[in-house]
Nanobody, 123 residues
Framework: QVQLVESGGGLVQAGGSLRLSCAAS????????IGWYRQAQGIQRELVAA???????YYVDSVKGRFTISRDNAKNTVYLQMNSLKPEDTAVYYC?????????????????WGQGTQVTVSS
């Protein structure tokens, strides 16, 4: 059974940085795509960034040039380095995993989600 544990969130001023981590277990991590998603209050959960098993990446336009997704297959962990944070990045951030076509979807449809990690950016 897959388990996902997100961490690294917090309160930061606009322009600051955070590094999120997602530790996965119960899956063959190295062969799966991984995505980071976020859900702001009152808004549907949406894709932020995704990384394929081979390392190629995708970012939504709003975070391009500011966020970097990476993975460490030896540690079954994926990271999201977030720089130049803006108040509109405030949300609960989640990770998830599966085939690329599912991970890459803008509005994800997964049965299981971890607890997420709260990111709050003050102006």
């Amino acid at each position: 059974q897959v388990q996902l544990v997100e961490s690294g969130g917090g309160l930061v001023q606009a322009g600051g940085s955070l590094r999120l981590s997602c530790a996965a277990s119960g899956i063959t991590f190295s062969i799966n795509a991984i995505g980071w998603y976020r859900q702001a209050q009152g808004i549907q959960r949406e894709l932020v960034a995704a990384i394929r098993s081979g390392g190629s990446t995708y970012y939504v336009d709003s975070v391009k040039g500011r966020f970097t997704i990476s993975r460490d297959n030896a540690k079954n962990t994926v990271y999201l380095q977030m720089n130049s944070l803006k108040p509109e990045d405030t949300a609960v951030y989640y990770c998830n995993t599966g085939p690329w076509v599912k991970v890459r979807a803008m509005y994800p449809d997964f049965d299981y989600w971890g607890q997420g990690t709260q990111v709050t950016v003050s102006s």
